[in-house]
Structure formats: structure tokens, C-alpha cells
């Protein structure tokens, strides 16, 4: 029987990750016809907070007080960062349109991996990056009238946090359960996200019906939790400049559900600027990356 290696075995868990991590502008699209950015952010928190704490409290896993910074971090960006620059970049644009400008993810998610991992992609890695990055900021400008619309700053601000969360939480996930990562990153959060929900809870719910409520239900299940127990470990087995190239995969998930649940009008250009991105970061795929070695070590 063959055996995955860690870098196929994490492109897979990463995959997992993607898809379920795909559905979440749309999710979100929906959401806001029941609820405020500011209520769904803390809600969805909330939520998350809640089944990641009952589970580390089942199986009484201990508090890891060594990467409570680190962990904070994760909370930040993750928590609180991404779902609140999205929810509101997902008032004026569509979520297809979200989608592809999110192709800028897999450039973020190295940059940050070389910043805060010490991980080194060579010149074609960063080419093809930067590439992709230029093909996702025409696409928007396109789309914008040949302008940054407010909702592409948002987007964008949601992206770097969501890059850097990733990569704090792959990080950590070499030393622990990635799903004690993010579980651990809620649970700090949890008494911001809870207050918030009950004091945006007055003005941001809006009658909101039985789609509306699923759908904050999986951003918080899992957009925010389940979602990132494949993400965290696939980037802990694969490499997170690597694994992160995987995101690509998110823009066509959304595409495909934006089209399906909303019923955003997906044309031929939309989907030929995702292909165009889908070709170059795949192209990043065959770069090598390696490792800076800590000062004071020996090769």
C-alpha cells in the first residue's frame, strides 16, 4: 500500500481546507441579508468559540501557555481580522468578484511564510507570485471602472490578514493539533467575541430567515473552525509557501457556489482571468524553496 508523502498529504488536507474555506463569500452574501458586518463577525466567532471550547474541554487538552502570543495573533487576524474586512468589502462588490481578487492569497501567504517561517522561494516562485497578483489587481480594476472600488481595499485588508493567520497557524501546527490551534485561538477570543455579539446582537439582526441563519451557522462551524483543521495541518505536513498555492483552487470553489446559491452572473472574462492565475501559480508549484537557517547554526 502506498504511502502519501508529507508534501502530497498536506496538498490534500490543504485542498479540504480550500473547499470548505471557498464557500465563505457567499456564505457571507447571505448572511448580510439577515445580519451586520459587525454582528456576523462577532456571531460567527462566537459560534466557533463555542464548539472549539466544548471540544478542548471533552478531551481536556491542556493550555499551551508557551504560544500564547502566537496565539493571539491567530485570534486577531483570524477572528477578527478577515471576517470583518470581508463582511463589509461584500456590501458593494459581488462574491464572485471577491473570489478571484482573493487569488491574491497564495503571494501573501509566502510573503509572509519568508517574513515570519524564514521560508526562501526562488525567483520563479516570486515571478509567477507577483504575476498572478498583476492578473487579480487588472481584474478588479476592470471590473471597477478602472478604479479600486472601497469593497477591493477591503478585500485586500482581508487578505493580509487572512495570509498572515495562516501562516502563524501553520507555524504552530508542527508543535500542535491544528485544530488545537485555531481551537485555542477562539478560545482567547472568545470573551471579545461574545460581548460583541450580544451588543451588536440589538441593531444587527434583521430578520433573518432559515438561509440566512444556516448560513452564519457555517461561517461560524466551518468557515472559522472546521475548515482550518485541515488547513493548519496540511500546511504543517506540505510547507506553507507551498501548501498556500493550494488557495488558488478557493477562487473557482467561490465562482462555482456564487453561481449555484446567488446567482451572480460568472462570464467568460471572470473565468478567464481565474484561469489565467490558476496557470502562473501553478507554474509557482515547480520553484524551489528553501529554509533560512537560524543564526548560529551549523550547515
Known sequence: MRVLSNQAAGMLLGLLGVTIFGATLPMTRVALEGFSPLFITFGRAAIAATAAGTALAILRRPFPRAHLPALAGVGVSAVFGFPIFSSIALQTIPASHGGVVLGVLPLLTSIFAALVDGERPGALFWLCGIA????????????????????????????????????????????LPGWEVIGWALVLCAPLTFAGAILFAGSGIH?????????????????????????????????????????????????????????????????????????????????????????????
Open 207 to 299: 430578520d433573518p430567515g432559515a438561509a440566512e441563519s444556516a448560513a452564519l451557522l457555517y461561517l461560524g462551524l466551518m468557515s472559522m473552525f472546521g475548515g482550518f483543521i485541515f488547513w493548519n495541518a496540511g500546511l504543517a505536513l506540505g510547507g506553507i509557501a507551498q501548501v498556500a498555492q493550494i488557495q488558488l483552487f478557493q477562487t473557482f470553489v467561490t465562482l462555482a457556489i456564487a453561481a449555484l446559491l446567488l446567482k451572480e452572473a460568472v462570464g467568460p472574462e471572470t473565468v478567464g482571468f481565474a484561469l489565467a492565475v490558476a496557470f502562473v501559480v501553478w507554474l509557482g508549484r515547480k520553484a524551489k524553496i528553501s529554509r533560512a537557517v537560524p543564526a548560529g547554526s551549523r550547515a
Open 132 to 175: 498572478g497578483s498583476v492578473l487579480v489587481i487588472a481584474f478588479s480594476l476592470r471590473e471597477g471602472g478602472f478604479h479600486l472600488g472601497p469593497g477591493d481595499v477591503w478585500l485586500l485588508l482581508a487578505a493580509v490578514s487572512a495570509s498572515f493567520s495562516y501562516v502563524l497557524s501553520g507555524k504552530l501546527a508542527r508543535v
